[in-house]
């Protein structure tokens, strides 16, 4: 089984910042990829960012120059970085991890429980 948790969200101003961090525990092959992903009221999950194991980024559109995804593999840690922060950002972000799974070495997507961002204006 794989655990992620995640941690850092909260309330902050519009042109703020804070830092969500998502730690994965548990057993596997390897993790392929890490990422963030959020959910507004009444709107479906979208990709914020993703890292690969390797270093390779993606960005969402609406957060580029704004938002920096970083990892720490030998902490199986990844970290986003959220600056400038406007009201549209209000979400529910949620940690994803790509995890190739020891028992069969197919890749899974496991979720963290979320932590809500809120960006007052």
């Known amino acids: 089984q794989v655990q992620l948790v995640e941690s850092g969200g909260g309330l902050v101003q519009a042109g703020g910042s804070l830092r969500l961090s998502c730690a994965a525990s548990?057993?596997?092959?390897?993790?392929?990829?890490m990422g963030w992903y959020r959910q507004a009221t009444g709107k479906q999950r979208e990709l914020v960012a993703m890292i690969t194991r390797g270093g390779s980024t993606n960005y969402a559109d609406s957060v580029k120059g704004r938002f920096t995804i970083s990892g720490d593999n030998a902490k199986n840690t990844v970290y986003l970085q959220m600056n400038s922060l406007r009201p549209e950002d209000t979400a529910v972000y949620y940690c994803n991890g790509r995890v190739r799974v020891p028992s069969t070495f197919l890749v899974s997507d496991y979720w963290g429980q979320g932590t809500q961002v809120t960006v007052s204006s």
């Open positions: 548990g057993r596997w092959f390897s993790i392929d990829a």
